[in-house]
């Protein structure tokens, strides 16, 4: 009995061997491109799905061992706190629990990470299944580098057709690892990895066969040359939409201020961005965007997971560097450190988090101060129930998240194939796999309201397409009244909503001021958006309302300035309004700052005489300069129904502020 429990016991330890080595390994190669996100989303579910079989094998181990063992590293505390503060921030800051806790880099994440961290110290030794997961690493790199010079080169468009639906394997910057960025921050850290392995293996005078050193010499080459090709490509033409450091210093203090202790929530950085958003970045290329991450590592952590979490990397920061002189893995040190330095000035990404973990694993396996150990039938027992409780719900769970994303991707190709009800009831099953992500619910409802719009296009309409635009309108407005439900702080949510409401004034009564009262509710949560005050000014304006017109596109270029489209609008309005000196000094502002030569220019140059030949004495244009921009009126209302159709009181938005 005792030499069959000796047996499995042994087999599970390969298990955990093998399925380690092959995790490092895939980890950065792996990608599926049939969900709507093919690097980062699923990376993070193969480390989740693999972390959760590996716990399990692990505690069975003890099971059969009747004993547990928990080597200690000094290491140990600040990992756990770190994971620890993701959990409080989780569930005391967070608006969606479940999109924190699945989404890559989330709560989830970490908390897999963890397990992976304390699964290889208390597994492997640094020698023998520690260089088996840093050859793996290695491995991993020197084929990414590999395929950045094979796409570099051109191999991809010569081999893969155009319009094969393979387009993305045409692009000279596609790599598995998931862009140039993420490939340069990894490549970065082998190249790091195994240039310190070099040293420290010639400074102890181990220089192994010449094999061994054709192999160094060989991997050194390709992941400099993959490293080089990609810095390359970020410098020339690719380069990383990033935000500026200043935007993320004062969006951190920001959310600092209002959630001092656990932030906004692991997956609400963009809330705390569109709040916090210093009006400086509308001047920038950047002013349109919404960041879901800050400039840095440091300024995400304070600004989602709060002082507790800032503190509790600091502290690991802090443990390895105390750890200087006490380890023989010069290799996994002078990466750890390069890796704390580059989140200095970039966000981190899934593999970059990934490879901390383990490198940061391996070292403190190397650092071993104290093993506890426990001779027991009966814990081991209780210990491998509550894992395998705990697995099996969460492997359940990230289920039918995936499940939920191969529908939602599904979807997505019927849209684009123009097949409306295949889409429609893509999405359906998607919501219905997955219920809890508001980006499911928006598209549902463009979904809803694009059915409805088709059917609304019929000349003669019958009681039944009525019925059918009817329901599909109460549908649309149900799933983004969700969606805002999902995600209440989030302004793009609203700005949905009040989209949707925007396209029913005509068709629904009471539309017009639900319109206005969502459009509020985005601004509340997004006041420096010079285009959401550009839109409810254009609300206003089908309105005929002239003064909120006004007011709200004065709004929108006192915070962009040279937003052209604003004066444009604003320009309009004082024309309607009869403010003919207003109107000539906006639409020349318009003139100052399209290119000359434009359609833009034409028309805002034959648009300004005529408001000139309104004026009682003629005014000089001023100097053109500026950059292209496309002109729009602000729109008016869509002709809608007759009669309109009364929607019941619960499709009015709940605003609360």
Known sequence: MLDKQ?????KLNKILNWGLVVLVFLLPLFFLPITTEFYEFNKNILLLIACGLLLMAWALR??????????????????????????LSTIFASANKVEALTMPGGTGTILALTVLYFIITN????????IRLLNSLLASAVILSLFAIYQFIGLGEAFVPAGAGLDWLRLKTFSPA?????????????????????????????RG??????????????????????????????????????AGWVIALEAFKRFPFFGVGPENFISAFTTGKPIELNLSQFWALRFGVSSNFYFHLLTTVGILGLGAWLFLVWKVIKAANKHELLGCYVAILLIFAILIFLPANFLLLTTFYLLLALLGASLTTSEIKEESKILPQIIFIIVLLVVGISLYGVGRVFAAELFFKQSFDAA??????????????????????????????????????????KKDLADQDRQNISQLVQQAI???????????????????????????????????????AAYNQAVFLDPANPILRLNLGGVYYSLLNWDEAIRQFTIAVNLKPDFANGHYNLASAYREKEMIAEAVREMEQVQALVAVGTNDYQKTSQELDDLRAKLPKEEKPASPSGTPE??????TAPAGLKPPLTLPKEASPSVKQ
Request: glycine share 6%.
């Open 123 to 130: 597994h492997l030794h640094p020698g023998g299944g520690g």
């Open 630 to 635: 496309t002109l729009a009126p602000p729109a």
């Open 416 to 457: 684009a194939q123009n097949k409306g009800t295949e889409t429609y009831n893509l999405q359906i099953k998607t919501i219905q796999t997955n219920p809890y992500y508001d980006i499911y619910r928006i598209a549902y409802s463009q979904t809803n309201l694009a059915l409805a719009n088709a059917i609304a296009q």
């Open 6 to 10: 000796s047996f499995s016991s042994n």
């Open 478 to 516: 149900r799933e983004a009244k969700v969606a805002v439900a999902l995600g209440q702080t989030k302004a793009s949510n609203w700005e949905n909503l009040a989209n949707l409401y925007r396209n029913l004034i005509n068709f629904a009564q009471g539309a017009d001021q639900w319109t206005i």
């Open 62 to 87: 003890m099971v059969l061992e009747k004993r547990v063992i928990f080597r200690r590293t000094p290491f140990d505390l600040p990992v756990l706190l770190f994971a620890i503060s993701y959990l």
């Open 178 to 206: 998931g862009g140039p960025l993420v490939l340069a921050t990894f490549l970065a850290v082998s190249l790091a990895l195994v240039l310190a392995r070099i040293y420290a293996d010639w400074k102890a005078d181990r």
């Open 209 to 246: 066969s010449s094999t061994v050193l054709l192999l160094y010499c060989l991997t050194v080459l390709l992941i400099s040359t993959g490293l080089g090709l990609t810095v390359y490509q970020l410098l020339t033409t690719a380069h990383p939409v990033l935000l500026p450091q200043t």
